[in-house]
T-cell receptor
């Protein structure tokens, strides 16, 4: 069974610093990996999706890398802002021929950016 | 606007009183799924559907039912809710085939409290 771990569980950084969030997964047979943002008690907003054949994906201040063979992904957020305070969730998708597009989620990195 | 909608957003009910949480998507997605999110446990899949009239159990299906009579709708039914079903529920959808899996979109969530 796929296990997804996110370290650290919680972190605080001063505004302007770069954020580095780590995600690891036990089964490298993934189809893609998604990073989500969740504000307290709210829904999930998709930030980036990386296909298993890609090494990284970028959107604005966000950059996500993927090392499938070692089972790791990293989300970088450049020049953090207080509005980046949220929980960031990593999720992996199994190969579609396994018959279920179920996302295996980590428990999240809870981020506080201090003004 | 492409979206997944859920209703109600908040619900407080009593043990044993049947309820339905609706989910609808306007993106013509084949795949739809329900997750529940609990502190310390993360997000876990309840049921999923690969297409109309095709549904299957996820990781935590006990106490829930689903149906998929139309492509756009995937209601979650709790026939006899119990306090351990108090949770935050999310519906998700995506394009999906036997060979390709795509970005998943999430609804805003339904916070259910069973007393």
């Amino acid at each position: 069974k796929q296990e997804v771990t996110q370290i650290p569980a919680a972190l605080s950084v001063p505004e302007g610093e770069n954020l580095v969030l780590n995600c690891s997964f036990t089964d490298s047979a993934i189809y893609n990996l998604q990073w989500f943002r969740q504000d307290p008690g709210k829904g999930l907003t998709s930030l980036l999706l990386i296909q298993s054949s890609q090494r990284e994906q970028t959107s604005g201040r966000l950059n996500a890398s993927l090392d499938k063979s070692s089972g790791r992904s990293t989300l970088y957020i450049a020049a953090s802002q207080p509005g980046d305070s949220a929980t960031y969730l990593c999720a992996v998708t199994p190969p579609p021929w396994e018959g279920n597009n179920r996302l295996a989620f980590g428990k999240g990195n809870q981020v506080v950016v201090i003004p | 606007e492409a979206q997944v909608t859920q209703n109600p957003r908040y619900l407080i009910t009593v043990t044993g009183k049947k309820l339905t949480v609706t989910c609808s998507q306007n993106m013509n997605h084949e795949y739809m799924s329900w997750y529940r999110q609990d502190p310390g446990l993360g997000l876990r899949q309840i049921y999923y559907s690969m297409n109309v009239e095709v549904t299957d159990k996820g990781d935590v299906p006990e106490g829930y039912k689903v149906s998929r009579k139309e492509k756009r709708n995937f209601p979650l039914i709790l026939e006899s809710p119990s306090p351990n079903q108090t949770s935050l529920y999310f519906c998700a959808s995506s394009f999906f085939s036997g060979t390709s899996a795509y970005e998943q979109y999430f609804g805003p969530g339904t916070r259910l409290t069973v007393t």
